[in-house]
C-alpha cells in the first residue's frame, strides 16, 4: 500500500495508525491528496482494493483491473516485494527457520 501510494500516486507524507479493534489505518496528509474531492478519492481507493464484496456477501480477491487481463500493478510489486523479503538466500523464511519441525511447538 505504502509503495502504490508513492509510486503511482506521487504522495509523499504517508501515516500507518492501529486502532485497536478496527485494524490499521493509512492517513495521506499530502495536501494535493487532502484535497481531492470524493470522486477522486473514491477512485484512488479502487485502484488499491483487491478484495471486493460486503461484509454480508462473498468476498473475493480482484488480481486484474477491470476490463484487463493483466495482474493489477500493486498486486504484482507486493508479490515482488514479499518475495524480495521471504524468499531467497537470509530471507525471513530461511532466518527465522520457520519450517523447521524439530523446532516446531505444534507436535
Known sequence: LDAALREDFGFKHILFIFSGRRGVHCWVCD??????????????????TLISGAAQSEKRVVLAQKGCDEIHPSASRAARLCSEVFEGSGGLLEQQDFFNAKLSKCQ
Open 31 to 48: 495536501e494535493e491528496a487532502r484535497k481531492l474531492p470524493n470522486d477522486q478519492r473514491t477512485a484512488v481507493a479502487e485502484y488499491l
